[in-house]
């Protein structure tokens, strides 16, 4: 299943560590993904916020099709690709 835009969206800062490690990870499964910045980009951190319902608690906040996944959690990352069908570009 190959669609133009991404269905994963990483929200991030410049200075978060797991966030840098959770894309590079993303990179060498070539799993396609949009990475905002929530600190350089205010309607990324507005859209965050909204769609957390103001409960934030840190980054990296991965949202995969829909399902917000709290931190650098590689199992429930795998498992929420794998149940959106989501392949590796070609």
Known sequence: ???ATPQIT????SWCAFC???MQWLDKLGIPYISKDIEADQSA???LMTKLGGDFRGVPVTDVAGDLILGFD???IQDA?????????E
Do not use: C, F, L, N
């Open 1 to 3: 299943m190959s669609t």
């Open 74 to 76: 590689r199992p429930k």
């Open 20 to 22: 840098h490690t959770e």
């Open 45 to 47: 951190h507005d859209e």
């Open 10 to 13: 990483v929200y991030s800062t």
């Open 81 to 89: 690709i794998k149940a959106h069908g989501i392949t590796p570009k």
